[in-house]
């Protein structure tokens, strides 16, 4: 069990530029979940994927942004045209989910996003 | 709106002291609860957690939390700090039968002196 793992640690980007952010998931881990995470805050929740399915979106989640899981595996998270707002930690975490039980979510490093 | 509540921003305590993190929680029915702890720069690592049963859990590093329905708590707790367990806490929940999306509270900062 390697545990969750993101790609980029970093990344230094300029204001209009579009951005994406990898997240692969503990292996027999069937939910995916990205938060955002600004400085001095807590996580907040933008999405979560069972398998392939994206199940919720956030209305934190604005149409500049999108995720996809395509085979259940790993996923990518997508900003176009990026902001300065943008800036903060995209944290990815990952949980095994069946019909009777529930499990804990499993948090990567994340991705430090800074816009300019 | 359910919510989670960490009321001290900030709290300092020498290295071997206790320690008492607080949490609260504004929910319609008795959510799952989590603690996560960070360390600077980093994700999140999952301390302890509470489903349901006994209202004592233990988790990992010597943290203990105690769930209070009558006081909508979740109280984390150690009784000796060390050096290391400096970094930032959070606690968090999702309701029972619902999403499975986590509400986290603003976070606790705890410096340790030596």
């Known amino acids: 069990d390697t545990g969750v793992s993101q790609d980029p640690r970093h990344k230094i980007t300029k204001r209009g530029q579009n951005v994406t952010f990898r997240c692969d998931p503990i292996?027999?881990?069937?939910?995916l979940y990205w938060y955002r995470q600004t400085l001095g805050q807590g996580p907040e929740f933008l999405t979560y994927?069972?398998?392939?399915?994206?199940?919720?979106k956030s209305r934190l989640l604005s149409d500049r942004f999108s995720a996809e899981r395509p085979k259940g595996s790993f996923s990518t998270l997508e900003i176009q045209r990026t902001e300065q707002g943008d800036s903060a930690m995209y944290l990815c975490?990952?949980?095994?989910?069946?019909?009777?039980?529930?499990?804990?979510?499993?948090f990567g490093p994340g991705t430090r996003l800074t816009v300019t | 709106a359910q919510s989670v509540t960490q009321p001290d921003i900030h709290i300092t305590v020498s290295e071997g002291a206790s320690l008492e993190l607080r949490c609260n929680y504004s929910?319609?029915?008795?959510?799952?609860l989590f603690w996560y702890v960070q360390s600077p720069g980093q994700g999140l690592q999952l301390l302890l957690k509470?489903?349901?049963?006994?209202?004592l859990v233990q988790g990992i590093k010597g943290f203990e939390a105690e769930f209070k329905r009558s006081q909508s708590s979740f109280n984390l707790r150690k009784p000796s700090v060390h050096w290391s367990d400096a970094a930032e806490y959070f606690c968090?929940?999702?309701?029972?039968?619902?999403?499975?999306?986590?509400?986290f509270g603003k976070g606790t900062k705890l410096t340790v002196n030596p």
């Open positions: 975490a990952s949980s095994f989910r069946t019909d009777t039980s529930r499990y804990e979510q499993y």
């Open positions: 292996s027999e881990h069937n939910r």
């Open positions: 994927f069972q398998n392939e399915a994206q199940l919720e």
């Open positions: 929910y319609g029915a008795t959510p799952y």
């Open positions: 509470y489903f349901s049963g006994d209202t």
């Open positions: 968090a929940a999702y309701p029972q039968g619902g999403s499975e999306k986590l509400v």
